[in-house]
């Protein structure tokens, strides 16, 4: 019998406030440990928490970023549970009101495109910081009260790989959008994931389990992986899947039950009542919306209608907004976008990836490869150099003229200097020329390699085909 | 609804409280009178009465998001009952 998975995904992100989402403490990440609490997100009693505007504006952001419906009225929510670094005992979230509703992502699969549901995204607060050590845990509450988004999928994905499709797009998309810096690293992006599998072609859920602690794509892809070939072996074993959360161990490759809690959570949640009702209008919507910038998916049909750039060499282009804005910058300095689509798909993606590095990362400007493109269109250097060239600029950040310069690699286009390269490695190669006299063409190739490599590379290659062509006929 | 002695458990338990056999008798007690009192709400008729969160007709209560000076660390573990190097320090939990 053939399986198939069903993933939904449920994603934090904390959101770019400067102050917490109840009180004026900073959000700042790495202060000095509990410097950044009062009475308010310590949960000290007779404590007011009082709404973030801006909050409300970037949660409103997201959610037409997602292509959300934004719900008018809304109030937060107690959810009661114990946990030392939940100080008020609760955590003030957003349950049967969620502030947006009914979204979607596109994903670009390899069965072309496919609309991934998002069925909530709330407000709420984080909850402080748990370091575990021998018999005790020491708490930090600088953390609690950051304000946090849940984005709620619908469980629309049926495959490892779309789910990490997916969580790609909707940080890519998070981060056009400005509402989080997105630096799972430090965080600021979680993501807990729902799955489980079916019969092929069967409408049923089959039972589900949850799994915590992916910090990344690869973790999330990986993890899942392993939870869905779980599955199916205990179904295929006749045994039952239980409903319960198990943790991905990075380290070992697997994901682990975690101490099942003896009772299922009842989390109480009932009206907030140290808060009032939160109203949005079409205006305020409306002044959201006059503020959101171009994302990815506009971007990337701009680039193929009006740049002519393949829709591949767009999408890429388009998937980290730092990558576009070096793309665009490019173009704003006069370059043809094709050339430095050329560019960006070959050598900086191919270097950056091999230092693993980051667009934002590195040491020239978008201008300086505007000039080196200029350095080959003006037939200064060529497209061979042009690559050593580029090396050098990604190490050193050095304009490329003066690279050019200080290594003397300007481009050798002067006939009589190319031929007599020619002649000297035609004398020093006989064999090669009498192969070409008894019709080996390939010969020819081999010369040619030898006339580049003798001018180390700086010979115009069209000149140098036209002469070594000549001067072999008159042999 | 009726509550009976595992109900009591049970919402203890979910509270982290403890109580005797004689307590939790109490209430049972006390807890079927305070729901057969509230039942008589129900002989309202809500249909068309929206929910309500506040008895204040109030919305909106909003601050401008600029970051306040916060506590010094030492007024923040004031009421810590035990701390190390300015965590706050409680026995091991993990779930």
């Not at chain 1, 794509?217 to 295929?236: D, T």
């Not at chain 1, 050019?404 to 006939?415: W, Y």
Request: net charge negative.
């Amino acid at each position: 019998m053939e399986f198939e998975a069903v993933i939904g995904l449920e994603i934090h992100a904390e959101l770019s406030t400067k102050s917490k989402i109840f009180c004026s403490c900073t959000t700042e990440f790495g202060g000095e440990v509990n410097t950044h609490c009062c009475p308010v997100c310590l949960g000290l009693p007779g404590a007011l928490p009082v709404l973030n505007k801006a909050v409300v504006d970037y949660a409103i952001k997201a959610g037409l970023a997602l292509n959300c419906k934004i719900n008018k009225e809304t109030y937060m929510a107690r959810k009661n549970y114990f946990y030392p670094d939940a100080p008020k005992n609760y955590q003030i979230t957003q349950h049967e009101t969620p502030l947006c509703s009914d979204g979607f992502v596109e994903i670009e699969t390899e069965e072309g495109l496919k609309r991934i549901g998002i069925q909530r995204i709330h407000i709420e607060e984080d909850a402080g910081k748990a370091i575990h050590e021998g018999e005790h845990s020491l708490i930090d509450f600088n953390r609690s009260g950051v304000p946090l988004i849940e984005i709620v999928t619908k469980p629309d994905m049926r495959s490892p790989k779309e789910a990490r499709l997916f969580f790609e797009k909707l940080r890519s998309i998070l981060l056009y959008a400005g509402v989080s810096d997105c630096k799972m690293q430090e965080g600021s992006l979680r993501c807990d994931v729902n799955v489980s599998v079916r019969p092929k072609g069967s409408n049923e859920f089959g039972v589900k389990t949850e799994i915590k602690n992916m910090n990344s794509f690869k973790a999330l892809e990986k993890a899942l992986e392993y939870e869905i070939k779980r599955q199916i072996n205990a179904i295929k074993n006749g045994e039952k899947i239980i409903q319960e959360t198990r943790r991905w161990d990075e380290s070992k490759g697997q994901t682990i039950a975690m101490r099942s809690k003896e009772e299922a959570h009842d989390y109480r949640y009932f009206p907030e009542p140290d808060m009032v009702y939160l109203k949005v209008d079409d205006e305020w919507i409306e002044r959201i919306k006059a503020t959101m910038p171009e994302l990815p998916d506009e971007k990337k049909r701009r680039y193929i209608n009006d740049y002519g750039l393949p829709e591949y060499d767009a999408n890429i282009i388009t998937s980290s907004k730092e990558l576009a804005e070096f793309f665009e910058d490019a173009v704003l300095n006069g370059a043809n976008p094709k050339t430095v689509s050329n560019w960006i798909m070959g050598e900086v993606l191919r270097t950056l990836n091999d230092k693993d590095m980051e667009i934002t990362d590195v040491k020239f400007t978008s201008r300086q490869l505007v000039k080196l493109i200029e350095l080959v269109e003006k037939g200064t250097i060529s497209n061979t150099i042009a690559k050593k060239v580029f090396a050098e600029m990604f190490e050193t950040g050095k304009d490329p003229e003066k690279i050019v310069e200080e290594k003397g690699l300007v481009q050798i286009t002067d006939e009589n200097a190319i031929r007599e390269i020619v002649n000297k490695v035609l004398d020093e190669n006989p064999q090669s020329v009498a192969d070409f006299k008894n019709g080996k063409t390939k010969a020819v190739g081999f010369i040619i390699g030898q006339v580049m490599k003798a001018s180390k590379g700086k010979a115009n290659p069209q000149i140098v085909n036209k002469l070594v062509e000549e001067e072999l006929k008159k042999r | 609804m009726i509550v009976d002695k595992n109900t009591v458990d049970y919402v203890a338990k979910l509270a982290r409280l403890e109580f005797s056999d004689e307590e939790k008798e109490k209430f049972v007690e006390d807890f079927n009178k305070i729901l057969e009192f509230v039942e008589k709400l129900n002989e309202v008729n809500t249909d068309d009465v929206e929910i309500s969160i506040s008895a204040y007709p109030m919305y909106n209560a909003l601050r401008e998001d600029e970051v306040k000076t916060s506590l010094d660390v030492e007024k923040v573990l004031l009421n810590a009952p035990d701390k190390e190097n300015n965590f706050f320090r409680v026995p091991k939990v993990v779930d």
